[in-house]
């Protein structure tokens, strides 16, 4: 007769901890990531939201040629950003943050471009070299 414990699932006690552990574990190395990110990228975020183009953005002051280049920037850094993430969304130590649903946006900034360019946008439009 076997020591170990089955649950009405069918898993034994000893794998259910382990799952636990597993689980507590992934999250903590998300929280440790996150506070890395916002630690690592502080500066630069500091700078970026005085910049006078982010002051005028948040106030609704926006000349639609400057919001045509940066969602041209930010279409093609989600296009980069996207194809690494499904790329790499079995890596053992990049599939805990692998959200597709909550972190893809290059379909919402396709939308956008064909609304600010046109439909052969991508004709007309190339990566910004401060994008790229």
């Not at 506070?35 to 500091?46: C, I, S």
């Not at 690494?84 to 379909?107: G, I």
Request: hydrophobic share 35%; glycine share 4%; charged share 35%.
């Amino acid at each position: 007769m076997s020591a170990e414990v089955e649950t009405s699932e069918g898993v034994d006690e000893s794998e259910k901890k382990n799952s636990g552990a597993l689980e507590k574990e992934n999250q903590m190395r998300m929280a440790d990531l996150s506070e890395l990110l916002k630690e690592g990228t502080k500066e630069a975020h500091d700078r970026a939201e005085n910049t006078q183009f982010v002051k005028d953005f948040l106030k609704g002051n926006i000349k639609k040629e400057l919001f045509k280049l940066a969602t041209t920037a930010l279409y093609f850094t989600y296009s980069a950003l996207e194809e690494e993430m499904e790329r790499n969304k079995d890596h053992p130590a990049f599939a805990p943050l692998y959200f597709p649903m909550e972190l893809h946006r290059k379909e919402a900034l396709t939308k956008d471009m064909e609304y600010f360019f046109g439909e052969n946008w991508e004709e007309q439009v190339q990566c910004p070299k401060a994008a790229q």
